[in-house]
Nanobody
Framework: QVQLVESGGGLVQAGDSLRLSCVAS????????MGWFRQAPGKEREFVAA????????WYSDSVKGRFTISRDNAKNTVSLQMSNLSPDDTGIYYC?????????????????WGQGTQVTVSS
């Protein structure tokens, strides 16, 4: 049983930083893609960042590039998202997801396991 458990969300002010974590269990993730997506109220879920576990290659949406950093800790089976210079536009529920080795990392439909999400709220 694959489980993804996010943590680290909260209420912060514009300009602040926040670090999200996703602990993965239930399978060997070494060859998989791990992604972060977010969904704001009334909007569709959108891609934020992704990392290939085995290579460490990373991808970012244009809206977060330069402000967010995705990383993984192999020993702890954890993927993190360091978010800096947050703005109210970053508000939403952030989801961690695991995709197959062939997943197109920016496509949510290519991810087969999802966490429950963690709320991030950025006040102006």
């Amino acid at each position: 049983q694959v489980q993804l458990v996010e943590s680290g969300g909260g209420l912060v002010q514009a300009g602040d930083s926040l670090r999200l974590s996703c602990v993965a269990s239930g399978r060997t993730f070494s060859n998989y893609a791990m992604g972060w997506f977010r969904q704001a109220p009334g909007k569709e879920r959108e891609f934020v960042a992704a990392i290939r576990w085995i290579t460490g290659n990373t991808w970012y949406s244009d809206s977060v590039k330069g402000r967010f950093t995705i990383s993984r800790d192999n020993a702890k089976n954890t993927v993190s998202l360091q978010m800096s210079n947050l703005s109210p536009d970053d508000t939403g529920i952030y989801y961690c997801a695991s995709g197959s080795p062939r997943a197109r990392v920016t496509y949510s439909n290519d991810y087969d396991y999802w966490g429950q999400g963690t709320q991030v709220t950025v006040s102006s």
